[in-house]
């Protein structure tokens, strides 16, 4: 087998996991959170704080772009499916006007902000360089589906359009309307993840790197409990309706 045609083979298979690589990383990422305490101990309380806030922004502004581009697009494309991929048109327009995987980009910048909460520059390195080497075999296997699905369009979109790093000047307005409840349905479950990596990130450094009382820790950062419990609340209305409603259903724009 060649190479290419191996990584592809690779990136089928990964595909159907992609939801769940990161946990891979959970081990390690514990290690080095046990160490953490070099910020505060060197630059103080206060940077620490700050680093964490920055972590967190970061990771908003990922499912931040995240709903800018599902927002936009028609059913059964840009989806959460793991099971195959499927495109019922191709995506040029919006975000994929700027770059052809605004989703994975999308996901790093989540992904970032969580990585850069452990505070090591060693495990951040090791993890980005896991989540390029991971990626770059599934957007090689949806690049040849996509190029065997649509042909000289791909073909043509692929040659102006950058894999991962936007160019703003090639910008072409969406072909459909942003949709509010399309964005809802899709991305509600990030929401969540985004709440309750920043609250159990930021409890456990409180517990058990700065050895606070939990009733101290819940004094000094209510801000966390109230942003997870809103996360909470907005994942389980979001659900309930998606799942027991139709106020979400708009027509050709379902997951």
Same mark, same amino acid.
């Given at each position: 087998?060649?190479?290419?045609?191996?990584? !592809?083979?690779?990136?089928?298979?990964? %595909?159907?996991?992609?939801?769940?690589?990161?946990?891979?990383?959970?081990?390690?990422?514990?290690? #080095?959170?046990?160490?953490?305490?070099?910020?505060? +101990? /060197?630059?103080?309380?206060?940077? =620490? =704080?700050?680093?964490?806030?920055?972590?967190?922004?970061?990771?908003?502004?990922?499912?931040?772009?995240? !709903?800018?581009?599902?927002?936009?697009?028609?059913?059964?494309?840009?989806?959460?499916? +793991?099971?195959?991929?499927?495109?019922?048109?191709? &995506?040029?327009?919006?975000?994929?006007?700027?770059?052809?995987?605004?989703?994975?980009?999308?996901?790093?910048?989540?992904?970032?902000?969580?990585?850069?909460?452990?505070?090591? !520059?060693?495990?951040?390195?090791?993890?980005?360089?896991?989540?390029?080497?991971?990626?770059?075999?599934?957007?090689?296997?949806? #690049?040849?589906?996509?190029?065997?699905?649509?042909?000289?369009?791909? /073909? =043509?979109?692929?040659?102006? +359009?950058?894999?991962?790093?936007? /160019?703003?000047?090639?910008?072409?307005?969406?072909?459909?309307?942003?949709?509010?409840?399309?964005?809802?349905?899709? #991305?509600?479950?990030?929401?969540?993840?985004?709440?309750?990596? %920043?609250?159990?990130?930021?409890?456990? #450094?409180?517990?058990?790197?700065?050895?606070? $009382? !939990?009733? &101290?820790?819940?004094? &000094?950062?209510?801000?966390?409990?109230?942003?997870?419990?809103?996360?909470?609340?907005?994942?389980?209305?979001?659900?309930?309706?998606?799942? /027991? $409603? &139709?106020?979400?259903?708009?027509?050709?724009?379902?997951?």
């Amino acid at each position: 087998m060649k190479m290419m045609d191996s990584l !592809i083979a690779q990136g089928r298979y990964l %595909f159907q996991w992609r939801s769940y690589a990161p946990l891979v990383l959970l081990p390690v990422a514990a290690m #080095e959170f046990g160490n953490s305490s070099w910020v505060s +101990t /060197r630059f103080g309380i206060a940077v =620490d =704080d700050g680093l964490d806030l920055f972590c967190l922004c970061c990771s908003v502004t990922g499912v931040g772009l995240r !709903i800018l581009t599902v927002g936009f697009v028609p059913s059964s494309t840009s989806g959460r499916s +793991t099971t195959k991929m499927r495109a019922a048109q191709l &995506n040029t327009t919006g975000m994929y006007s700027l770059l052809r995987h605004p989703l994975y980009a999308a996901n790093f910048v989540v992904f970032l902000g969580f990585v850069l909460a452990v505070k090591s !520059i060693v495990f951040v390195l090791l993890a980005t360089m896991a989540f390029v080497v991971y990626y770059e075999r599934i957007i090689l296997a949806e #690049e040849q589906f996509l190029e065997m699905s649509y042909g000289d369009e791909f /073909r =043509d979109w692929a040659a102006r +359009t950058p894999a991962v790093i936007p /160019r703003f000047p090639s910008w072409a307005s969406p072909s459909l309307p942003f949709s509010w409840r399309a964005a809802m349905q899709r #991305e509600y479950h990030g929401v969540l993840l985004v709440g309750v990596v %920043f609250f159990l990130s930021k409890l456990s #450094e409180g517990l058990i790197i700065r050895q606070q $009382t !939990i009733q &101290n820790w819940f004094a &000094n950062e209510r801000a966390y409990v109230i942003m997870l419990l809103l996360c909470s609340i907005f994942y389980s209305v979001a659900s309930y309706i998606r799942k /027991r $409603t &139709n106020l979400l259903a708009v027509g050709g724009r379902g997951p």
